[in-house]
């Protein structure tokens, strides 16, 4: 199984698994580009729009939805997202390929499963999510206000982690943004702060976890330079990738 961010930050997001077995699987997670845009991120990263097996959207933030319903209806790719998702986003289901994805529900896509679950961010019924081919593990977590008990106890045994690190707070607090979005941003449903990615990066590493990648970085509110290290002084030297994401080039495939 590999991996690639085609993109991420508060200007969209969006990733791309891959597995090469008998029953291989394209899946796109997150599809918060125009059409032209992702189709070129994703011709770039040598896969056509067309070959998408299934999309999975976490919620339903423009950054997130993006082109999901043409991509869909375009291609006839099925696409998983809570029923509380779908419904904020108003998905047009005539084509009758939304399925509904729920915490804890494994799904599986020809050599792939997939075990959605819930994480507190302002949106309806957000969902973030593990994939595995049944050797390795990858934990996909962004847009979350804090980690809970329910959220480590689903990436424990990830080999490979796609982790928000929004902000620094003292960035955030300093910043010109106005008071209500400073609250919620760093509120209990906003997002991410470094610290708190390196908390869990740091609760749920063990020998095999071989990458962590920075995601969903604000470009006002963090430096790529400050996520790195806090992310390296939380992780233990076995660790030996940590990647930032960036907003239009994501980042390069990495193997699980
Ligand atoms: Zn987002
Ligand atoms: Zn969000």
Redesign the pocket.
Known sequence: MRFKSLGSG?TG?ATLVQTTGPDACNLLIDC?FGFKHLQIRLEKAGVQAQDLDAIFITHE?G??VGCVQALSDKHRIPVWMSAGTSAAMNFDNSSGLLHTAHDGLKITLGDLQLTPFTVPHDARAPLQLTCTDGRAKLGIL??LGHVTDHIANHLKGCNALLLECNHDSDMLTASSYPGFLKLRVGGNHG?LSNAQAADIACTVQHSDLRHVVAA?LSQQNNRPALAGQILANALSREVHGIVIATPDEGCAWLDV
């Open positions: 508060s997001n918060g933030h950054d997130h962004t847009d997002h969903h």
